[in-house]
């Protein structure tokens, strides 16, 4: 529980669901101390008031893996297996059957565990492997059969309640189970979380800060395995492109208006690429978009494509339209060109001579074109 509140409170590390756990196991705690055994404790309280905190404690945790799972948060089948299991058990309680009263808060939190169970399996398929996702369910299952088990014994298998129950508690072996079985689940949900942060900070080394394109290293990573592509006879296109005049919007506006100016960019060139091509930022106002699988004439259509949408769409920049233009070198990823750097700098070179032909506008190589040819006299 302190674990949770800590990771909510202090360090901010998923803190709606590290709050729900810690809730959780907050409404826990009280159940585990026997209350019904107290003398002190107020007669009308006692008999149920430690299973209502069971149930509740379990629909929190439900509630907590499926935050922490990214799914999304819908809490009627929790509170319909918690409610009803609380009518079922008020019920029995009043009527003096004991037995049945244990049987359904037990029959609940059997029932909320193995939705956890399910959440934990649909939200693990994009991250978790099939191995480490069945490993992260066993105890949410083992957990289930316990209390399901000790539900249905108490109901019709009176010889066998021994096994499961000593008066109106777990037995011994129960007690021990539930505790290692809540242990196992709480590491598990630890373990995601710090997965995720290691998973965060990887992402974070490969993008750029503003933009959240990839950065210049990335980048080069990912133009370095297109080129190895390339020599086994594969086509690919890289497209540069610098914003016009943004060194004006700077001056002129603010490094505020320029920022904005980048992202509005990085929004329309993403509105027109494929899943499978990569945005980066090369420096600055220069982008770069990897266009694998594509011709020349097909990445100069989307260069073309390109230009017109941020064309027809200006940045709103304090409720006044804001015209932006780039201007476009479209290249082939070129074969004996390990790192790039050849394909790269002739589409930086035709950058420049659309610059200078008038921006707003797209220079494509001509086929078979390389940078040694084009610089010559």
Not at 157 to 172: I, K, L, T, Y
Not at 178 to 205: E, F, H, K, S
Not at 241 to 247: G, I, P
Request: charged content about 20%.
């Amino acid at each position: 529980a302190l674990v949770w509140l800590l990771m909510s409170r202090v360090f901010r590390i998923a803190p709606t669901a590290a709050l729900l756990l810690a809730a959780a196991y907050f409404s826990i705690i009280p159940a585990l101390l026997c209350l019904d055994c107290q003398d002190w404790w107020p007669a009308l309280l006692q008999g149920w008031l430690q299973k209502l905190l069971s149930l509740l404690g379990f629909s929190l945790m439900a509630l907590g893996i499926r935050r922490m799972m990214r799914l999304r948060m819908r809490w009627l089948d929790v509170g319909s297996v918690a409610g009803l299991a609380t009518l079922s058990m008020l019920a029995c309680r009043a009527s003096g059957h004991s037995a049945a009263a244990l049987a359904a808060t037990s029959a609940g939190m059997g029932l909320l565990t193995l939705l956890a169970a399910k959440d934990v399996q649909t939200g693990g398929r994009a991250t978790l492997t099939d191995g480490v996702r069945r490993f992260l369910l066993l105890p949410y299952l083992l957990l289930a059969a316990m209390l399901l088990g000790r539900s249905v014994t108490l109901l019709w298998m009176n010889e066998q309640r021994p096994f499961f129950v000593q008066g109106d508690h777990a037995s011994a072996w129960l007690a021990w189970a539930y505790l290692l079985m809540t242990l196992a689940i709480g590491i598990g949900l630890v373990g995601i979380v710090v997965t995720r942060l290691i998973d965060r900070i990887q992402y974070m080394t490969l993008r750029d800060p503003l933009t959240d394109a990839l950065n210049r290293r990335a980048l080069g990573s990912e133009l370095q395995t297109l080129q190895a592509q390339a020599e086994r006879g594969q086509s690919h296109c890289l497209v540069v492109l610098d914003v016009d005049h943004f060194k004006r919007i700077n001056d002129s506006l603010g490094h505020a208006a320029g920022d904005a100016a980048l992202l509005h960019l990085v929004g329309v060139l993403r509105a027109n690429m494929r899943d499978l091509d990569r945005l980066g930022r090369l420096g600055g106002e220069e982008f770069c978009v990897l266009l694998p699988h594509t011709s020349l004439a097909d990445a100069s259509r989307v260069a073309q494509r390109m230009c017109e949408a941020l064309r027809r769409s200006p940045l709103i920049w304090r409720e006044q339209p804001l015209k932006l233009s780039a201007s476009f070198g479209v290249a082939p990823c070129q074969s004996g060109d390990p790192q790039g750097e050849h394909s790269l700098a002739l589409a930086d070179w035709l950058v420049y001579r659309a610059k200078s032909e008038g921006r707003d506008r797209i220079c494509v190589a001509e086929p078979g074109a390389a940078l040694g040819r084009v610089l010559k006299p």
